[in-house]
Structures are given as structure tokens and as C-alpha cells.
């Protein structure tokens, strides 16, 4: 889909369609059909309303969202201490953080810089860099839909080393979305003869992530093909569910729509 898209000129309409399919603007859509079929069927006018209040109360609640992440997207599980201690015996390896997102002329800073999934991210590579004393690299450019400036691996190189101390040994500062952060990042470590990443990017986002890495590395003709080890960020525990999991609130909202997101760029190969 990404390469159909670049080849017909489409890409940067990528953000659009995705605003089109997801949570707020289908239930809104369904409300307003609903409300047009008040006039001719009553019923099934009411059904329509009801149908996206209930949809949209539904894409707000945490309940969904961890349903979503575990039972439909199924990242893979955190590192465990066993899996960290293992990963300090291994030789020509890398971790590689995703970027996500940047927040715009933020003035406490002056500046444009990391968003918080960036920094969350940016935090737990930095961590596992210290705990294994593997390099590190960030991949992330400018998005399609953002205005020029200073990339994200740029940015969080700066805060690597001023304020975790632990400067970034790899900046890739080109790439515009998942696919091109697997490419491009794929292709710099290859040529420093990396045989290894470890991933680390948010758990929703885990699986189109080493979809796309192993994509990457399979078109590759250097020998031997890098490996994979996944180490999510903030996956959600599995657990009983509590009364205000059901109640809509702003983290809701944001969790659905980043699962959702996820789950419709799998479908289409994103």
C-alpha cells in the first residue's frame, strides 16, 4: 500500500483518509444519517443515533482500548530481567527507538521538541542502553503532514545526551512514517554491521512496527539478515476490569484512536 501510494503521487493523503476512518468522525457521520432518517423511519433513525452515541461513548472508555491492544493488535510482552541480561552477552547489536510525534514551539522550551510518546520511548531506550550498554540509534524525520523544522532523531539526540546523559550513537532523521523509519533504519545499521535491533517503540504500535522492520529486512541482500527483538513501551496489564474502565474520558479517546490507527494499518499493509 505505501509504495502504491508513493507511485501515484497519494502519500501525503495518508493522515486525511486515516481522520476520515477513525473515532470521532464514523459515529458522528452515523449520528447525523440517523437524525436525516428521523423524518422517513423513525426507527431505524433511532437506531442510527443510538448506535453511534453508543459507538462513540464506547471509543472513549479504557475498557476498549485494552481490549483493542491485547485481544486485536496482541503486541509482544515487555522485556523481562532474564531477556535484558541476555541481550548484554550479545555482540553487533542496536536498539533502535521509533519516533513519535513532535510538539510545536512548546514555551517553556522556547522550541519545538519531543512530544510525550517521544519521550516516553526516548526514556525506556535510554534505560535499556544503561542496563546493557548497547548503542542506540532514533529514527524519525519530519511527518507528512508537518511543517518544516528540526527532525525528531534530531531532537532527541539533543535530549539524549543534555538531559539523559547518554548521547545517541545513530540519528535517522529522513524518515516520515513507519515504513520509511524500517528502510532507512534497516539500511544505516546494516552498513554498520549491526546484526541485531532491539525495537523499541509503544506496545500498540509494536506489531505494524516489526511488520514493517521484518518487510525491510527481508528485501535486503546483505547476509546475514538483521534480527528482531521487540521490547514495547506501556503495554497494557490484563486484569479485572474496574467501573470507570466503562466511563469515557480523554486518555480513552487517545488510547482507541492509536489502536484503531494501528488496526487499520495492518489491514491495509501500512
Same mark, same amino acid.
Given at each position: ?16 483518509? %486515516?481522520?476520515?476512518? &477513525?473515532?470521532?468522525? /464514523?459515529?458522528?457521520?452515523? *449520528?447525523? #444519517? =440517523?437524525?436525516?432518517?428521523? $423524518? !422517513? ?41 532474564? %531477556?535484558?541480561?541476555? &541481550?548484554?552477552?550479545? /555482540?553487533?547489536?542496536?536498539? *533502535?527507538? #521509533? =519516533?513519535?510525534?513532535?510538539? $510545536? !514551539? ?165
Amino acid at each position: 500500500m505505501n509504495e502504491l501510494l508513493l507511485n501515484v503521487g497519494l502519500a501525503h493523503w495518508k493522515p486525511v483518509v %486515516a481522520t476520515l476512518l &477513525l473515532p470521532p468522525v /464514523p459515529m458522528l457521520v452515523l *449520528v447525523l #444519517l =440517523g437524525t436525516r432518517m428521523l $423524518f !422517513s423511519r423513525q426507527w431505524l433513525g433511532w437506531l442510527m443515533v443510538l448506535a453511534g452515541v453508543a459507538a462513540m461513548w464506547l471509543s472513549c472508555t479504557t475498557a476498549l482500548s485494552r481490549a483493542l491492544t491485547l485481544g486485536v493488535l496482541k503486541p509482544a510482552p515487555a522485556l523481562t530481567e532474564a %531477556a535484558v541480561t541476555e &541481550l548484554k552477552r550479545q /555482540p553487533r547489536t542496536a536498539i *533502535v527507538i #521509533l =519516533g513519535g510525534g513532535r510538539q $510545536f !514551539s512548546a514555551p517553556e522550551y522556547g522550541t519545538t521538541t519531543l512530544n510525550a510518546r517521544s519521550v516516553e520511548r526516548l526514556r525506556y531506550g535510554v534505560w535499556l542502553s544503561r542496563e546493557t550498554g548497547l548503542p542506540m540509534a532514533f529514527s524519525g524525520g519530519i511527518g507528512r503532514t508537518e511543517v518544516s523544522g528540526r527532525s525528531e532523531a534530531e531532537l532527541a539526540g539533543q535530549i539524549a545526551e543534555r538531559e539523559f546523559r547518554q548521547p545517541l550513537r545513530w540519528q535517522e532523521v529522513q524518515s516520515r512514517d513507519t515504513h520509511e523509519n524500517a528502510l532507512r533504519s534497516v539500511a544505516l545499521l546494516q552498513a554498520q554491521g549491526i546484526e541485531r535491533i532491539v525495537l523499541v517503540t509503544h506496545a500498540y504500535h509494536m506489531p505494524r512496527s516489526m511488520r514493517n522492520f521484518e518487510q525491510a529486512i527481508a528485501r535486503s541482500e546483505v547476509k546475514p539478515r538483521i534480527t528482531l527483538v521487540a521490547a514495547p513501551v506501556a503495554r497494557p496489564k490484563l486484569g479485572p476490569w474496574k467501573p470507570n474502565d466503562w466511563l469515557p474520558s480523554l486518555r480513552g479517546f487517545e488510547e482507541n484512536y492509536l489502536a484503531m490507527h494501528e488496526m487499520l494499518g495492518l489491514l491495509v499493509g501500512a
